[in-house]
């Protein structure tokens, strides 16, 4: 299955054979991002409905020395293709913990796990020993992942999963509703977390038919018991129609975008070097 995936990004995403050309150097490029530091963290806010900031979600950035700020859905493909995704993966599972570690209070930290991670051998054990190491309380530390995870190999990633829960961490069901089959998953896991996906979000009181699919998320989600983050909030209209459905969280560039955390220091109560 690896190899079958191999390649397909660049020639997806590339027409010309000079843009594929330039989609494999980056590939190439990718591969020294750790070492030469090029790789950073923007941290984003997640507020309840209300407006009252409880937690952050980790956001990769790429700052490439020539092209600049690469944005994650550029790059995060790439990474995947080449099985990069695992070693950045766990830069990023390190890096935030330890940020969120660093903080005096007990804000949550929410981090992206790729389906291809969960190919890896032992990312269960990663977690553990990154929260050993960092002295993170696992009931601080999220997990967001799509239902990829569970497309391909449902019964490993089962298991995985139910390991991760077992270390005393949460796992969110990230892009909610855009995948095929959201619902058997909700059934076959229990996650701690729904995030709507901010496309629904964006058509809020524009479109009626989403307004009603947002309305029946939370409305599932009260049924389950499992609360929903609505993602992409932009406006106070959007946030307005979330309250009076009861959503329980929100997140969005209303609440505040992803920004290096010396930008949140108010929030996290952290002393940053300049
Ligand atoms: P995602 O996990 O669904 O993250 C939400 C994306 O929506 C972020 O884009 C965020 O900046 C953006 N966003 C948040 N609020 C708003 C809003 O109000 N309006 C609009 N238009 N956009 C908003 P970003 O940071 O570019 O990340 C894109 C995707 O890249 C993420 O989608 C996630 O799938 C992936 N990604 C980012 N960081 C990581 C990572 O550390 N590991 C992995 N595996 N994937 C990552
Ligand atoms: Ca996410
Ligand atoms: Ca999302
Ligand atoms: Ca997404």
New binding site residues.
């Given amino acids: 299955a690896k190899a079958e995936g191999r390649g397909r990004f660049c020639a997806f995403n590339a027409g010309m054979d000079r843009r594929m050309h330039d989609c494999r150097v980056l590939q190439q490029d990718l591969r020294h991002a750790i070492k030469r530091h090029e790789l950073a963290?923007?941290y984003?806010p997640q507020a309840s409905v209300s407006g009252e900031i409880f937690g952050f979600?980790?956001?990769?950035?790429w700052y490439h020395p020539t092209r600049g700020l690469i944005?994650?859905?550029q790059f995060?493909p790439l990474?995947?293709e080449s099985g990069l995704?695992i070693e950045?993966?766990r830069w990023?599972l390190r890096e935030a913990c330890r940020e969120a570690a660093s903080w005096p209070n007990r804000l949550k930290i929410a981090?992206?796990?790729?389906p291809i991670?969960f190919r890896q051998e032992n990312l269960v054990g990663d977690v553990h020993t990154v929260l050993l190491q960092t002295g993170l309380s696992p009931d601080r530390l999220e997990l967001?992942v799509?239902e990829g995870v569970l497309v391909q190999d449902f019964a490993r990633a089962l298991q995985i999963l139910r390991g991760l829960k077992a270390l005393g961490i949460q796992i969110a069901m990230?892009?909610f509703g855009t995948g095929y089959s959201s619902l058997s998953y909700l059934q076959a896991f229990p996650f701690d977390t729904i995030?709507i996906?901010?496309s629904f979000?964006?058509k809020l009181k524009t479109d009626t038919s989403a307004d009603e699919i947002v309305r029946a998320v939370i409305g599932l989600g009260r049924g389950l018991n499992i609360p929903i983050v609505a993602?992409?909030?932009?406006t106070e209209e959007q946030r307005a129609f979330l309250e009076d459905a009861q959503c329980q969280h929100i997140?969005?560039?209303?609440i505040g975008?992803?920004e290096p955390i010396a930008q949140y220091s108010d929030l996290t109560g952290a002393t940053h070097a300049p």
């Fill in positions: 963290l923007h984003q979600e980790a956001l990769l950035r944005s994650p859905d995060v990474a995947e995704i950045i993966g990023v981090i992206n796990v790729s991670q967001e799509t990230d892009d995030k996906d901010k979000t964006a993602e992409g909030v932009e997140q969005g560039y209303l975008k992803a």
